[in-house]
């Protein structure tokens, strides 16, 4: 190639040209007088770029033509990327887009679904057969759909169907089915909503209840369970307590706690007893509480497991008035019977509450002390200060404080020790043991003894209580304990656990 070029200029320059035969001298430069020095420059100039270009023309344009290849490549690749996470895109907005369409026109047949539901309570027929049924149909629909909604239980009470539930309780006094339906319908729109509950009370169901139960025909007992159950709702609003409380409804519940016997459904005397405890909290309430017969009822049920602690919480409340106090006091055998309580290991917070009752009881009033120190109390109040729990311990040990004085006034006085029941001072330690300081150690060992005995005796006591409060419980016959056998059992043992 580069002959090429070579001989390429030179034939332009020189206007040479070869040929077989032999020319004149003259004849080699024909061009060279013909061309301007313009015009050879720029021959020149041209055979020189245009060959030395060619050598890299080639290379420049593969070069540019991979680099450009490459580039497009890389850009549809990148367009695909795009277009793909557009699509994505595109589908998870349309598919969010289709859901909430989905979720609204499923809110929206909800509400027109409860707005004809509510429509259907507050209609009246002509018909009053159609117009009864229709009505308990509606009333057991808002039960179901109120059961277990809290959104449903909100839209349905701003939609008013509240009011007709209510009313429903004086104008179906003979359709059981239909005041069960309503009354647990206002049962399940008020359950956690307090603003359900507050406007269930404003709108007077409480009276209307009551009325129920004062009917002279009587009422189901289906009707009574479903208003203990009301009045356990809604007295757990405590706005709702003074109203509920001052009406009549605290006796109906005694009566009705009373009233149960063992065919009864046992939930509805646990909603009695809870309904009884919310009532209870409120100070004003204690005074119609004490008005019935129920502190006599709840003493005598400690030891029926099934209602023990709810009747121990409902003396927890009443216990810190003064007329609360009182009335446990009165109770026969009251303290013994709670002491024995803060021996029941196996039930802790039985035992937590019984030592509360005992707590305020020993600091309120002397009378119930001396009861407690005749009862026993110390032995169980040590066991549990040692062995009960966290709660139980303290409170254990606040007692035995508070009795600490009259504990030791009691022993001395059922004993006869005085003053003497601490080791008399005879001398100092360094004295020499003289025949004064035998005398003196003769009659501190008589009186160390003494103390034994002292102690001995009250364990025997502590014994045989708690042998007659298990007979008691047993309903075995009284005249079993005290028995020779049991008291030389009592006199050898110095546990607290029975000799069986």
């Known amino acids: ?51 030395a270009s060619s050598r890299y023309a080639e290379r420049s344009d593969t070069s540019s033509e991979k ?18 996470k557009s699509e994505k895109l595109s589908d998870l907005l349309n598919l969010a887009e289709v859901e909430a369409d989905a979720e609204t026109r499923k809110k929206e047949d909800k509400l027109e679904e409860l707005k004809s539901l509510v429509k259907e309570l507050h209609e009246e027929e002509e018909k009053e057969e159609e117009s009864m ?35 429903m309780l004086d104008e179906s006094k003979n359709d059981v089915d239909l005041l069960v339906a ?4 206002l049962l399940n729109l008020g359950i956690g909503n307090d603003a359900n509950k507050a406007a ?41 307590k003074p109203i509920i409380g001052s009406s009549a409804s605290i006796s109906f519940l005694v009566r009705t706690l009373q009233s149960l016997d063992d065919k009864s459904s046992s939930q509805a005397k646990q909603d009695a007893l809870r309904a009884l405890y ?19 009822f709840l003493v005598n049920s400690i030891g029926d497991m099934e209602v023990t602690e709810r009747a121990l919480a409902i003396l927890s409340n009443l216990v810190s008035t003064r007329e609360g106090r009182k009335a446990i ?47 026993g109390v110390a032995s169980s109040l040590l066991e549990l200060s040692l062995l009960g729990s966290t709660l139980a311990q303290k409170r254990a040990s606040r007692i ?78 009284h005249d079993i304990v005290p028995s020779d056998h049991f008291k030389s059992l009592t006199s050898s043992s110095t546990s607290k656990s029975l000799p069986f």
């Not at 290849?69 to 367009?79: E, G, L, N, P, V």
């Open 278 to 296: 919310n009532l209870s909290i409120y100070p004003a309430n204690v005074a119609f509480v004490l008005e019935t017969d129920l502190v006599l």
């Open 400 to 477: 035995l404080e508070i009795l600490r004085v009259d504990k030791g006034k009691q022993i001395s006085g059922s004993y006869g020790l005085g003053a003497a029941v601490s080791a008399p001072i005879c001398g100092s330690s360094s004295a020499k043991p003289d025949d004064g300081g035998r005398e003196c150690y003769d009659e501190e060992e008589d009186m160390m003894s003494e103390e034994k005995k002292a102690v001995k005796q009250l364990v025997q006591q502590s014994l045989q209580n708690n042998m007659r409060k298990i007979v008691k419980r047993a309903n075995l016959p």
């Open 1 to 51: 190639m580069a002959n090429f070029h070579r001989n390429n200029v030179e034939n332009v320059v020189l206007g040479h040209h070869r040929s077989k035969s032999t020319s004149v001298a003259g004849g080699h430069f024909r061009l060279w007088h013909s061309l301007s020095t313009a015009s050879f420059r720029r021959l020149v100039f041209d055979a020189v770029s245009c060959g």
């Open 182 to 185: 309503s009354l647990y319908a």
């Open 200 to 240: 269930i009370v404003k709108v007077g169901s409480v009276e209307k209840m009551l009325k129920l139960i004062e009917s002279p025909d009587g009422v189901d007992s289906s009707v009574s369970e479903a208003i203990v159950a009301n009045f356990l709702g809604l007295s757990a609003l405590d706005s709702n």
């Open 329 to 375: 006091s009165a109770v026969q055998d009251s303290i013994p019977i709670l002491v024995d309580v803060l021996n029941w290991t196996d039930s802790p917070e039985c035992q937590e509450k019984a030592s509360y009752i005992l707590m305020v009881m020993a600091h309120k009033s002397y009378g119930d002390k001396q009861a407690m120190i005749e009862a």
């Open 67 to 84: 680099h450009h290849h490459q580039a497009k490549q890389q850009h549809r690749h990148k367009t695909k990327l795009n277009n793909a």
């Open 133 to 167: 049924t229709r009505r308990r149909e509606a009333a057991w629909k808002v039960r179901l759909l109120a059961k277990e909604d809290l959104e449903v239980r909100g839209t349905l009470a701003m939609l008013g169907a509240i009011p007709p539930l209510v009313a």
